[in-house]
């Protein structure tokens, strides 16, 4: 960890107890996930400004007009996607800043994560790096396509709003996997779609919101 963190390294382990603390309180009962969320540190997966406001339960501006999901919707998206069974491959639609995927990593054997600013994703690959989080593979493309060459997938999870899952995306989940995603526009609900034998079946739950998921990729 390089050394302007330091300060805020010593302080962040008791700030961050305080965080699991909070999203227990609010409902977040998966141990796994908090046992994860406490060993990671969300401060540096923001711009050092904001590194003091990073266990607020809070969306923060990362660049680009982008955001990193607040510890609530990274917990609650993690214990929904967890919830059928263990997993082995996951991907994920939105890299941000990769703070999600830092987490799914923990707890899945490989994360496929997608992203469409090309310059955002550079800069976690490096932090993912200086992590030592070696089981992501990270792709700059338009993630409404998927990655039918790594795929099937157990578990998708999407971090940016649509009012239509991507078709592509159900078609690359097993039978019996599970995906969770923001849908809406206005209005935004997380939803889980689980494939069975007898179709899609989807579940709404919680309002959130979320920044939209766009089509195209930006390079530079
Ligand atoms: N999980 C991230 C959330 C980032 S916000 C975090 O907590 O940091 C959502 C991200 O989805 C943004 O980085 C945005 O650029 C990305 N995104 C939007 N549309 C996309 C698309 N079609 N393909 C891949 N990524 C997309």
Redesign the pocket.
């Known amino acids: 960890m390089s050394v302007r963190y330091s300060g805020i390294g010593m302080t962040s382990q008791r700030t961050r107890m305080r965080m699991i603390e909070r999203l227990r309180e609010q409902g977040i009962a998966d141990e796994r996930v908090l046992a994860v969320m406490n060993t990671i540190p969300r401060h540096l ?1 923001v711009e050092e400004a904001l590194a003091s406001r990073a266990y607020e339960d809070v969306a923060l501006p ?1 660049n ?1 007009g ?4 607040s510890p609530w919707i ?1 917990a609650r998206m993690t214990e929904l996607l967890l919830a059928s069974s263990v997993l082995r491959k996951v991907l ?10 830092a987490v799914l990593a923990k707890l899945v054997h490989e994360v496929y994560s ?4 090309g310059p ?1 994703l550079t800069r976690t690959r490096i932090r993912l790096r200086e992590l030592r989080i070696n089981n992501v593979y990270l792709k700059h ?4 396509l998927g990655l039918p060459e790594a795929g099937p997938f157990e578990g998708i999870m999407m ?2 709003v649509t009012t239509q899952v991507p078709e592509p995306l159900l078609e690359q989940l097993i039978m019996g996997g599970r995906m969770v995603y923001p849908k809406g526009s206005r209005k935004q609900y997380l939803c889980v779609i689980e494939r069975t034998p007898q179709g899609f079946v989807e579940t709404v739950l919680d309002e959130v919101r ?6 195209g990729i930006i390079s530079k």
Not at 94 to 100: F, I, K
Not at 141 to 144: E, F, P, Q, R, S
């Open positions: 997966f990362i680009f982008q955001t990193i999901s990274v994920e639609i939105g890299t941000g800043c990769g703070y999600q995927t997608i992203e469409r600013i955002l493309a338009d993630g409404m971090t940016a979320f920044v939209p998921i766009l089509s």
